[in-house]
């Protein structure tokens, strides 16, 4: 008798590659793509999940490519600021939408129309990037001088990464009916005024964000022949939601139209790998130990086991053979803090 | 100030038996005074219940000790409760094994209430070798650690009821522990027989303390093993109950995904040591009473060596810590404090009468060669 399925390999078979297995052996990426090495620009973008993935990067000694780093500022301020936290200081981008239209910003393709949000205590803010200046803009013009600035690193960002690390993070966003421009955050949250005339919720189909994925990819390639992009998706879910359904099964449509949009851009182009930490935080293999009490946010060892599996696949030779230690090595800092998220406002505002 | 003796004497005379352990005798010795003492035996399930089933409400005593100054309150029994009580017609099991003793006999207890389940550490079978050589033969079923399979104290071959267990040792989470050997025996750290084994290599070495200190993180683990533990551990594990017929595999996955299931490299928690008792119960009488109880975790007042928070990351574990508690007290060390004590304590002897246990020679030599 003849049987498709015999001689798979281990990680075809449900029982061997997660009942039988130690948890924190559970590996699920199997035939990478490509490799990163040490030398190659790796550039972050995407939802707060992204921001772990950056640190983590960072800390291990990849060459983590942020060309609008601040700098010239001291730590807290630099952090506060959102400098440092993704590749530019963009914020989080959650949707496909939103990366399109950032990257058509940068390369003028395409205007953005919306103009900045006043605050309650009559400072301005980017609406594409709320929290980025916590102490917000003088004026309207000082917030479209500073987005100028920032969409210049931007750009650079696009045309010199050699690694593209996104994670998607969210279907749902809210968009401005006429220009068609779409936010991190509704307007009303933290500046802005809402109104049912200029905004309208959106809930991107599969097919949108798939569109917006492939897009984006396209025009990235075009611009810069030599990148790679790898592809997550937050398993961060999602803090509320506007559709008159419960928060779990709009996360679960959530990701699972990421996660599809995902596999189909991994599919299409050679270039473009998935990697499963989502898979990895989320799976029933852990029970539930890779989340914080709050059943939302990422511990850090859930982090640990993403960063081992990704080392071992896509960093193989990552760690030199060092034979003698060092008493002057620095050792790597606590990795342990929270990441910078537009979506916590909602729920800090909702009451 | 209480002493061992007055530990031993309380326990002979109000329960009628010795302390279970010597990590037993020295908790007990923390108490202020020999009446505090007492009060918490007499106030012990244990005590009431003995008490309760004895004749005449008295236990008998061995020695002729003071009376308990005040007789607990005797609570009416719940008429339409049957106690459990031992029946002559129970089968008796004897345990005897080394720490876990005590959490074998009380978790076979709860897996088998119609046996007498009675416990005897492999200490006291060479301290009192006549009486337990007399005594074993009126046990109905054995269970044995496999370390005494070639015993002179008792010739276990002329036994048929007996089933063997393994000593449980599983280092995967505590690469860094060993002993280390003094003139004395056996050296003691401030973590009683732990050591660890960078902080003695890097004695040795002639590191300063804050040197020391310093080996303590990622690039080190990393560079002399401490990763590589688990696969060779968890091989010996399961070959070592396979010896003795005895299969883990099954529990072992629960236990990894229970998280750390090790108190140290030799001290598995209950409900690891409780899964062990079902397997046994279930290899003689091919069924268990299955409960949700748990017996109190004994071990807990031996040392608890941490998990560092670097190798409890590599297993995908939360509770990673460089705080160290040792034998008989909650008051834990840090790190700094655990390589003072170390440190202070190594000085009794000259640096070539300390020499690292045969079993940790790998790892020592390791950490010599990288530092």
Known sequence: MSNPYKGLADFQFWRRAVSTLDYHAFDPVVNPKFQVSKSDCVATAGSCFAQHLARRLASMGFNYYVPESGEELVGDERVARGFGVFSARYGNIYTTRQLLQLFDEAFSTRITHEQAWLRSDGRYIDPFRPNIEPTGF????????????????????????????????????????????????????????????????????????SADLKLFLQKLKKVNHNVKVLLTVSPVP????????????????????????????????????????????????????????????IHSNGVSHVMRCFMRHYAEDHYKNITRYNFNTKVSPNLVSQPICDEESIAKTAF | MVTKKDVIQCYQSLLNRDPESEATILAQMNHQDLNSLKREILASAEYQYKIQ?????????????????????????????????????????????????????????????????????????????????????????????????????????????????????????????????????????????????????????????????????????????????????????????????????????????????????????????????????????????????????NLTVGPIYPIYPEIADQFGLKDGSYLFKPMGSYKQMDLKAFIEGSFQAYQHYEKHELTIYPLYEKTYNRIMTYI
């Open chain 1, 138 to 209: 003088k004026s309207a013009e000082a917030m479209n001088a500073e987005r100028g600035r920032h969409l210049k690193y931007v750009k650079q960002v696009f045309l010199n990464a050699d690694v593209f690390v996104y994670t998607l993070g969210l279907t749902e966003s809210w968009m401005n009916r006429v220009s068609g421009d779409v936010f991190p955050l509704a307007p009303g949250v933290v500046g802005g005024s809402y109104n049912e005339k200029d905004y309208v919720f959106k809930n991107f189909s599969v097919t949108e964000v």
């Open chain 1, 238 to 297: 999602l803090i509320a939601t506007y559709e008159m359904r419960h928060v779990a099964v709009a996360t679960c449509y959530s990701k699972s139209v990421l996660r599809v949009a995902a596999e189909m851009a991994a599919t299409e182009f050679d270039w473009v790998d998935y990697f499963p930490s989502y898979e990895i935080i989320t799976g029933n293999f852990n029970l539930g130990k890779y989340y914080a009490d709050d059943l939302r946010e």
């Open chain 2, 53 to 297: 089933t004895s004749e005449g409400g008295q236990i008998v005593t061995k020695t002729a000790l003071e009376p308990p100054s005040t007789p607990p309150p005797r609570t009416e029994k719940h008429p339409a409760i049957t106690p459990c009580v031992s029946r002559p017609e129970n089968p008796k099991w004897l345990v005897i094994g080394n720490c876990q003793t005590t959490g074998l006999v009380n978790s076979l207890t709860i897996l088998s209430p119609d046996v007498d389940v009675e416990g005897c550490d492999v200490w006291q079978l060479s301290k009192d070798r006549e009486y337990w050589n007399d005594k074993i033969a009126s046990y109905q079923h054995l269970i044995v650690i496999s370390d005494c399979r070639e015993s002179e104290i008792v010739d276990f071959r002329r036994y048929k009821n007996i089933t063997w267990f393994p000593s449980f040792i599983f280092q995967a989470f505590h690469p860094d522990m060993c002993y280390v050997n003094c003139p004395d025996g056996i050296f003691k750290s401030p973590m009683d027989e732990y050591n660890s084994c960078l902080i003695f290599a890097a004695y040795q070495s002639n590191l300063s303390i804050q040197e020391t200190s310093q080996l303590f993180n990622d690039d080190v683990y990393r560079g002399v093993g401490f990763y590589d533990f688990w696969e060779y551990e968890k091989k010996s594990l399961i070959e070592r109950f396979d010896e003795c017929d005895l299969d883990i595999r099954a529990s072992l996955v629960h236990w990894v995904r229970s998280g750390c299931f090790m108190h140290s490299m030799n001290h598995p928690k209950i409900n690891t040591v409780y899964d062990i008792a079902r397997l046994i119960t279930q290899k003689i009488r091919k069924k268990n009473a299955e409960s949700p109880i748990r017996p109190h975790d």
